[in-house]
């Protein structure tokens, strides 16, 4: 058992003092205008249900757009920000315990939330659950719709185990917590940890080339679209989830504070960001090479590409979006001196979770433009006002079920020991 330090025991106790939280017009604010999303994407989702693909700008030539942008921008928050739990709970990394349960609920949310893109953007809704209902040994595809069922099973488990003693202790007062707590009275937590521990271990691999590294296999073995078809593809996909779901996780640790007012664990804070900062110096490796590759290989289908995404319409959401905003600026916040201040570090990751959105677009679109074959037409694409709405109101949908949620269940109501013993 591992002492705690003074500042650290005074941070832990501040935490599970009651606390006065948002005021009462914030937080009917704050529900206010995400009900509003939701309801105006609702509108949005009906159109697109009434007219079809239709109601998009998506066309044959570029069948996918920002829903699948999104698809595997929030896939990739999911595995982030359960690999980072995985930390916790399997691995023993205590110092980022307080994060534990919340990076449990986000990776969930941000799994209904991905699934919820990638439905609108089948031409037929209706038949979604036929990738379960029907299986090709050969098909990733079939095998990736069968691991989000796997994971999501995973990651509800092991919330309830991470979360089960504080729904005992509230079931007296609570008919939600009693009911959720599924008749179980027992306080002792080490039969949680175990659990913790065997499920995070089973969700590792299962997130990593399940998950995101088979949601960039799907993409991977796309050989007529140029940066696609790489075996680096997955690789990048789950460095990539790594740097958001991190920097996710930190941004929502530091704002709930703040909302709560409770105290921000600056050395916690400032260890997410040296780890961030890590996870972005190996991904603007891979961004190099993934440019450099293709470059080398002189192959104009694979050139060109490159130029679309350095010079053509889209060459914005590279160099601003991608590069300066999710890579290089918060790469500079997070490698140096500056992490140490939390209004900074909440800055550095605020422009990851920005940024990434414009790599997962660079991702999608430029490679869908350029025509595959010489002589056809290549495509042209930017999302209209159904796709933003629609996209506006699902985002809202997860942010309402994330904040339903941290207000109902214990997210990070206390601190337990792990495997018996307390750390530090």
């Not at 959401?317 to 890579?327: A, D, K, P, V």
């Not at 800055?347 to 433009?369: E, Q, S």
């Not at 037409?377 to 506006?392: C, D, I, K, L």
Request: overall charge positive; aromatic content about 10%; some cysteine.
């Amino acid at each position: 058992m591992s002492a705690l330090t003074r500042e650290e025991a005074a941070l832990r106790l501040a935490d599970q003092r009651p606390s006065p939280g948002p005021g009462r017009l914030l937080r009917a604010g704050w529900y206010l205008l995400l009900i509003a999303l939701v309801a105006a994407g609702g509108v949005a989702i009906a159109h697109r249900t009434a007219h079809g693909l239709a109601a998009t700008n998506l066309t044959s030539i570029t069948p996918w757009g920002a829903w699948i942008a999104f698809y595997i921008y929030f896939v990739g928050l999911s595995a982030g920000a359960f690999l980072l739990s995985s930390l916790i709970y399997v691995f023993g990394m205590a110092r980022f315990e307080r994060l534990g349960r919340m990076a449990l609920l986000t990776a969930l949310v941000a799994m209904i939330v991905a699934l919820t893109f990638v439905l609108l953007d089948l031409g037929r809704m209706e038949r979604a659950l036929s990738a379960l209902v029907y299986f090709n040994w050969l098909s990733p595809l079939a095998w990736e719709m069968r691991f989000y069922v796997i994971y999501i099973l995973l990651l509800a488990a092991e919330l309830w185990f991470a979360m089960r003693a504080d729904l005992v202790r509230r079931a007296e007062r609570s008919r939600l917590a009693r009911w959720l707590s599924f008749g179980s009275r027992s306080l002792d937590t080490g039969r949680d940890h175990r659990m913790l521990r065997i499920l995070g271990t089973i969700g590792v691999p299962i997130a990593i080339f399940g998950v995101h590294g088979g949601t960039g296999t799907i993409f991977a073995i796309v050989k007529a679209r140029g940066m696609w078809f790489s075996a680096l593809t997955p690789i990048v996909f789950i460095v990539s989830a790594l740097v958001s779901g991190t920097a996710l996780l930190a941004l929502l640790y530091i704002l709930r504070q703040k909302a709560l007012k409770r105290p921000v664990n600056a050395g916690m804070v400032a260890d997410l960001g040296k780890l961030l900062g890590g996870f972005l110096l190996v991904d603007l490796g891979l961004l190099f090479y993934e440019f450099l590759v293709p470059l080398l290989s002189m192959a104009p289908h694979e050139t060109s590409v490159v130029h679309l995404m350095m010079e053509g319409p889209y060459a914005w959401t590279f160099w601003i979006l991608q590069l300066g905003i999710g890579m290089v600026a918060p790469a500079i916040l997070l490698m140096t001196r500056l992490r140490e201040s939390v209004p900074l570090t909440a800055l550095a990751c605020l422009m990851v979770v920005v940024g990434i959105v414009g790599v997962r677009f660079n991702i999608v679109v430029p490679p869908l433009i350029e025509p595959v074959l010489q002589g056809l037409p290549a495509g042209q694409y930017f999302p209209n006002a159904v796709e933003w709405w629609t996209s506006a109101g699902i985002i809202a949908m997860g942010l309402l079920l994330f904040s339903v949620a941290a207000d109902l269940l214990p997210v990070d109501e206390e601190v337990h020991e792990i495997g018996g013993t307390a750390h530090d």
